[in-house]
Each structure stands twice: as structure tokens, then as C-alpha cells.
């Protein structure tokens, strides 16, 4: 009888930590998804983009394509240049969860030969209102001269 209630307690004991364990799992669980909600961006490709090497004149231009990875609309508030020689283009509409949107960057290549590196700052609601999103335009723009002579040495 002893070896039954011994047993019958220590079952009891494993059960009781079986069951603490399930219901932290659960609340560290429920803790993830609520600091996860909100908007999100996710970019195809990544957050720079590497124009390589450039012939000085024509405007270059690249499209960063993005997916709403989070749970509610992402809105972008705005989207500034670290410089005039580039202009950024966003969606102004709400972006849906599981969406996509896109943000069109155009650097403009004359008068600017050698090598470049541009920021372009996104405000919205996926980021705290201190905090901006960084995309990135870099490569290096041959001097139209040097193109010239290039081409006409083939």
C-alpha cells in the first residue's frame, strides 16, 4: 500500500510540472504574437540595391518591391532622399497584410561621376516614431567621357 501511494504521489508531482510547463509555453507564446503585431516590411531582394557601374547621363532607376508581413495595414508616411540627385515613389494607400507594394528610386546620374551610396528614409507605422526604415542605392557612375572613349576603342 505504501509503494501505491508513493507512487500515486510522485505521478502527481511529474503531472503538476508537466501541466506549469504547458502553461508558460502557452503565455511566452501569447507574449511572441502580441509584440509582433502591427505592420511589417519584408523586401524582396533585401533593403540595398547595387547599381554596379553606371554611364554618366540617363537617370538610373530601381524598384524595391515589399510585402506587408505583418497583421494590420502598413502605412508609409513618407519617403525622403539623403540627397536632391534621388527621388524616391511609394504607394500612399494603405498596404494590406500578405500584400505587396512598391517604392521607386531613380538617381539621377549627370554631373555626379564616381562612385555613390544614397539613403532613402521610409516613415510609417511599422516603426516606432523615432525610428525610420533605410533603403539603399549604391554603385559608380563612369564619367561620360571615359564612356565615350570606351566605345569607341571596340
Excluded at 78 to 97: D, Q
Amino acid at each position: 500500500m505504501k509503494k501505491l501511494l508513493i507512487a500515486l504521489l510522485c505521478l502527481g508531482v511529474v503531472g503538476t510540472a508537466e501541466a506549469q510547463k504547458k502553461t508558460k509555453a502557452k503565455a511566452k507564446a501569447a507574449t511572441t504574437a502580441s509584440a509582433e503585431k502591427g505592420p511589417k516590411f519584408s523586401f524582396k531582394g533585401g533593403d540595398t540595391f547595387d547599381f554596379g557601374e553606371l554611364k554618366e547621363g540617363p537617370q538610373a532607376e530601381h524598384i524595391f518591391v515589399f510585402t506587408n508581413t505583418g497583421n494590420e495595414p502598413l502605412i508609409i508616411n513618407s519617403a525622403n532622399a539623403s540627397c536632391g540627385c534621388t527621388t524616391p515613389e511609394w504607394p500612399k494607400e494603405p498596404i494590406l497584410p500578405g500584400k505587396t507594394g512598391k517604392i521607386t528610386v531613380r538617381y539621377n546620374t549627370q554631373g555626379r561621376p564616381g562612385p555613390f551610396t544614397k539613403s532613402i528614409y521610409l516613415t510609417s507605422n511599422a516603426s516606432k516614431a523615432d525610428e525610420r526604415h533605410e533603403l539603399i542605392i549604391k554603385g559608380k557612375v563612369k564619367p561620360a567621357a571615359e564612356a565615350a572613349s570606351g566605345a569607341a576603342s571596340h
